[in-house]
Nanobody, 120 residues
Framework: VQLQASGGGLVQPGGSLRLSCTASRSIFSFIVMGWYRQAPGKQRELVAVVTSGITSGGNTAYADSVKGRFTISRDNTKNTVYLQMNSLKPEDTAVYYC???????????WGQGTQVTVSS
């Protein structure tokens, strides 16, 4: 399984970015997909997750620090999960990683990470 993350970059405070994570196979094979981030000198933390079930998927959860600013969504036809990030703050600066937990094995897969820098 490969997860290809993209969309990071440099943005000014208050700006927006959209991250994409494309899986090498159907996202229905994962029970949950999400985004984590790791800032320099800090531990990796959960940002947002979305469930991927065929009948009950689409449920979302967010870290308190991003609620109301970030939105996670999925496009089943493109095997892609997105993270729309609005009203970005300098403290959002981090490497963002895509994650997927396989439904059958509960193995976790990680993308390569994409750098997000919020600075004026």
């Amino acid at each position: 399984v490969q997860l290809q993350a993209s969309g990071g970059g440099l943005v000014q405070p208050g700006g927006s970015l959209r991250l994409s994570c494309t899986a090498s196979r159907s996202i229905f094979s994962f029970i949950v997909m999400g985004w984590y981030r790791q800032a320099p000198g800090k531990q990796r933390e959960l940002v947002a997750v979305v469930t991927s079930g065929i009948t009950s998927g689409g449920n979302t959860a967010y870290a308190d620090s991003v609620k109301g600013r970030f939105t996670i969504s999925r496009d089943n036809t493109k095997n892609t999960v997105y993270l729309q990030m609005n009203s970005l703050k300098p403290e959002d600066t981090a490497v963002y990683y895509c994650n997927a937990e396989e439904r059958s094995t509960r193995v976790n897969y990680w993308g390569q990470g994409t750098q997000v820098t919020v600075s004026s």
